[in-house]
């Protein structure tokens, strides 16, 4: 072999040689980062194509308003309306005397007890025990010329018939017109004893023993005063909305503060028939059996209706009312639209209100809504429909 070709063999066999293993660590390296700078912009173009899907999505959930809904509440319960009144006495009756005098005695004071007929005072009449005393003897004497005038009628019947009879006509009429006046002073004398009318209590007595009494005059004393408190009466105002629902033998409860816990039966036994143009109620009276003793007339009392519910009607609450120029309207969600139903409302609850048309219990209602809220507009509910139920 020649010098040449030992050279040719020698650069063939070093260009062949294996290549540094430092220098497949930076291609590799390179490689790496290479592919990382084009992952990471990949991820950056992704990131940015979700926030902007997302945005978009936001935007377009943004233009769609979100209500709130309430289902009606359907097959109300019988409601319950509390009137206040004050309790009467049954009779609560003044006792006048009705004849002139002195009180002798008085019997009873306030508080007693009595019974009809039952003795409260004496007035002592001396002029009247006079004047009585003289018409009897009137009448005597009128009696007497009567007697006198039927023998001489007998004795003179054939000559002077008819002025015989006349005379006697005149002493008759005289007889009757002094025993009338004898009648009508032993029923003032009768007037002496003051007594009882009705079973009740004492509330008053106006008198003592020596007081004069003056039946005479326009504006007599009140001896006493009587009230029946077996059974008592309540007058109570029922407004007009409730008017035709209470009836003449509904039952009714009565509460008193003065007694706490407890309740008392009445029954409405009457009303006016008629609506106070005033203050637009019906007076009603409710009577409760007081054979107790327990109440007293003039206390402060509430008595308790029972309004029966109207067939088909639904409550909602007070915020689901739309007022509009075209009247009264609530919002029903029906296939993500909204539809303004035009409603008839009864009872005010306050917090809710009795729908009585234009509403079922299947509605999905609208509760606060906005005063923009258009007939038709789209919306979206949020969360699922609650009981609109009173609370």
Not at 206 to 215: E, F, S, V, W
Request: without cysteine; glycine residues 6%; aromatic residues 6%.
């Amino acid at each position: 072999m020649t010098p040449n070709e030992s050279n040719q063999v020698v650069t063939a066999t070093s260009t062949s040689a294996p290549m540094p293993s430092g220098k497949w660590r930076n291609i590799v390296v390179g490689a790496v980062l290479v592919i990382g700078a084009a992952y990471a912009v990949f991820e950056g173009i992704e990131s940015r194509v979700e926030a902007k899907t997302e945005l978009h999505q936001v935007a377009i959930s943004s233009a769609v308003p979100s209500v709130n809904v309430v289902l009606p509440k359907g097959g109300a319960e019988a409601e319950e309306i509390e009137r206040p009144g004050n309790t009467q006495a049954f009779t609560d009756t003044p006792i006048y005397a009705r004849t002139s005098g002195y009180i002798r005695h008085w019997y009873v004071d306030i508080g007693a007890r009595v019974k009809q007929g039952d003795l409260l005072a004496v007035v002592e009449t001396p002029e009247l025990d006079q004047q009585l005393r003289q018409a009897k003897a009137n009448l005597a004497n009128a009696e007497a010329n009567l007697q006198i005038a039927d023998i001489t009628a007998t004795r003179w019947q054939n000559l002077l018939k008819t002025d015989s009879v006349s005379h006697q006509e005149a002493k008759e009429a005289l007889v009757d017109s002094n025993k009338a006046n004898v009648d009508r002073l032993e029923q003032l004398q009768s007037f002496e004893r003051i007594v009882a009318p009705v079973d009740g209590v004492i509330t008053a007595r106006n008198t003592d023993i020596g007081a004069l009494i003056q039946a005479d005059t326009t504006a007599p004393k009140e001896l006493f005063h009587l009230s029946a408190i077996q059974k008592l009466r309540i007058y109570v105002p029922v407004p007009e909305v409730y008017a035709p629902s209470v009836k003449t033998g509904d039952k009714a409860t009565v509460t008193l503060d003065a007694f706490p816990g407890q309740v008392f039966a009445g029954t409405l036994v009457r009303n006016a028939n008629a609506i106070d143009s005033a203050s637009r109620t019906l007076n009603v009276e409710v009577d409760v059996d007081n054979s107790s003793g327990q109440l007293m007339p003039g206390a402060y009392a509430f008595v308790h209706f029972k309004i029966p519910a109207k067939r088909g009607a639904v409550t909602i609450p007070s915020n689901a009312l739309l007022f509009r120029s075209e009247g009264l309207r609530v919002g029903v969600v029906r296939n993500s639209h909204v539809a303004l139903l035009p409603i008839t409302i009864g009872q005010d609850y306050g917090d809710a209100v009795e729908v009585l048309s234009g509403l079922t219990a299947r509605d999905s209602v609208v509760v606060n809504p906005s005063d923009s809220l258009a007939n038709g507009a789209q919306v979206q509910v949020e969360g699922n429909a609650k009981n609109g139920a009173r609370q």
